[in-house]
Each structure stands twice: as structure tokens, then as C-alpha cells.
């Protein structure tokens, strides 16, 4: 089995930011660092998705997750992590 991997790309626009991305990015960055997350998951941030009326957005796997909350962003990296196998 080959080393799972996980890509979030969370953006870092203005108006994601008013919308809390900054706390967001934090919460993640610390449930990544623990668990099952550890070493699969990388963080990266994005300008401006063009999607400012759902901040703050954040890509998992393909999927947008729009108003993004960290249980649902980490709900689907554990999903997209199973998926892989
Ligand atoms: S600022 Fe995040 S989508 Fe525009």
C-alpha cells in the first residue's frame, strides 16, 4: 500500500479571512498534526477562489466545502483518505 495523501487547499482571500479562515487554518493545523491526519495531510493556502460568497472555502479531495467548518473539512479528509485504501 502506498503512502496515503491528502491535498486541502484552504483560501486565503480577503473575504475568506473576515469569515474566520485564520482560526479555521489554526483548528486544522493542529487536528493534522494528531491521529490518524498525522504525516497524510498537506495544508496549502490559495488566493482568492472566486467563491468569496461561501467563505470560507476550503478544497477537499475535489469537494467544496463552502462556509467551511472544521468538523466538516476534517470529515472529508478522513473520507478521502479511506478512499484511497
Ligand atoms: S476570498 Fe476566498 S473565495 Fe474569495
Same mark, same amino acid.
Given at each position: ?8 487547499? !484552504? ?16 483548528? !486544522?493545523?493542529?487536528e493534522l498534526k494528531s491521529g490518524e491526519l498525522k ?34 473539512? !476534517? ?11
Amino acid at each position: 500500500m502506498g503512502h496515503k495523501r491528502q491535498l486541502i487547499f !484552504l483560501c486565503n482571500g480577503s473575504d475568506c479571512r473576515g469569515a474566520g479562515a485564520k482560526s479555521l487554518k489554526k483548528e !486544522l493545523k493542529a487536528e493534522l498534526k494528531s491521529g490518524e491526519l498525522k504525516g497524510n495531510c498537506k495544508l496549502i493556502e490559495t488566493k482568492c477562489m472566486d467563491m468569496c460568497k461561501s467563505a470560507p472555502v476550503v478544497i477537499v479531495n475535489q469537494y467544496f466545502c463552502k462556509k467551511a467548518a472544521a468538523d466538516t473539512v !476534517l470529515k472529508e479528509i478522513k473520507k478521502a483518505l479511506r478512499e484511497q485504501g
